[in-house]
């Protein structure tokens, strides 16, 4: 591995599940969509009956400081409110903060998720790329995602440290709850994931309180929906659980490809980066959306998979990687 390796030209996402379903010409519920890191559970069994009655929220403005949401998660994360801001999803975050902040120059470890390096080049910022188990080079601000999306790998904190932003969307909330306020450390994390509601866009900054106003410059108004400010004190008391259920299911997945002879990373995440021995199956013939990184030639045959959510989804998913074998006996 190059000690400066090169940055994509392209910033593909996983998802794309109405695209698919055109170019396949099915329903999009035909679709198994393994492709994100979204929880496998999916949303809570309440948010139905929870949007329903609270449904007069929609004719309210959101609070321009994000409660009572606010308050609530900066109670769980054991930080005071004025060192957390409520945002659309950690994406909003990452589109403001480049120029929000200033930074000229970002060191960032790749291959990565894409968005930071796509918004701080179009700000104007430098960015200089790591490769894995290299030193980062010197720069204004270290990127950190941890879990490291796409390989799932948990980043130490820079000691002594340095001005850092760790991208924590991954991170087990007991994990998030341990880290409290650190100095010259932007934490940026994603609720949307945990609780499986992308739909509802939900993020948050822990920063220093002068960053947070900073950053509340260069954000809208209002934060978020009114609806998903009040929804997060209902789910927070979730999170725990939802981890738990998310490393039970990365056991079983991964047991699952290492059964059909796939090399597996090992993950923290809600998602596995695995590659074939043999042919890599027709994921497509069965209808399930994998994520694969065209952007990043080092990950070339690689795959991530996200965790299947019910018995049927783990069913269907056994079957593409079986079907795998027989391919390898036709072209024996």
């Keep these: 591995m190059t000690a400066n390796p090169p940055l994509p030209d392209q910033f593909p996402h996983g998802g794309g599940i109405e695209q698919a379903a055109r170019h396949w010409r099915c329903n999009a519920r035909d679709i198994l969509d393994l492709s994100t890191g979204l929880h496998p559970a999916g949303a809570p069994d309440w948010l139905g009956d929870w949007l329903r009655d609270h449904a007069d929220l929609a004719a309210h403005y959101p609070d321009h400081k994000g409660e009572p949401a606010r308050s609530a998660l900066a109670e769980a994360l054991g930080v ?7 945002t659309a999803g950690a994406q909003a975050t990452i589109e403001t903060i480049f120029p929000a902040m200033g930074w000229r120059a970002m060191a960032i470890q790749t291959p990565c998720y894409n968005e930071p390096i796509r918004c701080a080049l179009r700000s104007g910022c430098k960015v200089h790329s790591f490769a894995e188990e290299t030193i980062p080079p010197e720069a204004e601000v270290l990127w950190l995602t941890s879990p490291d999306n796409p390989t799932g790998a948990l980043h130490p904190l820079p000691s002594p440290m340095r001005h850092c932003v760790l991208d924590e969307s991954y991170l087990p909330f007991n994990q998030r709850r341990a880290l409290g306020m650190i100095p ?3 934490r940026i994390g994603s609720l949307t994931k945990t609780f499986c509601i992308p739909g509802l866009r939900l993020g948050y900054v822990v920063a220093e309180p002068s960053v947070i106003n900073r950053l509340r410059q260069f954000s809208p108004p209002w934060p978020a929906a009114t609806c998903t400010l009040h929804l997060l004190p209902k789910l927070l008391p979730e999170a725990d659980q939802r981890d738990r259920q998310i ?3 990365r056991q079983r997945l991964q047991a699952l490809l290492r059964g059909y002879s796939w090399k597996v990373r090992p993950s923290q995440a809600s998602f596995l980066l695995a590659r074939p021995t043999q042919k890599t199956p027709d994921f497509a013939a069965h209808r399930i959306l994998i994520r694969a990184f065209p952007e990043w030639p080092q990950l070339a045959e690689w795959l991530r998979f996200g965790l299947p959510g019910t018995g049927s ?9 079986a079907s795998q074998n027989s391919l390898g006996e036709d072209h024996g």
């Design 80 to 86: 005071t409110s004025d060192s957390v801001l409520i």
């Design 184 to 186: 010259q450390l932007i």
């Design 247 to 249: 490393v039970r299911d």
């Design 313 to 321: 989804a783990w069913q269907r998913l056994e079957q593409a990687l």
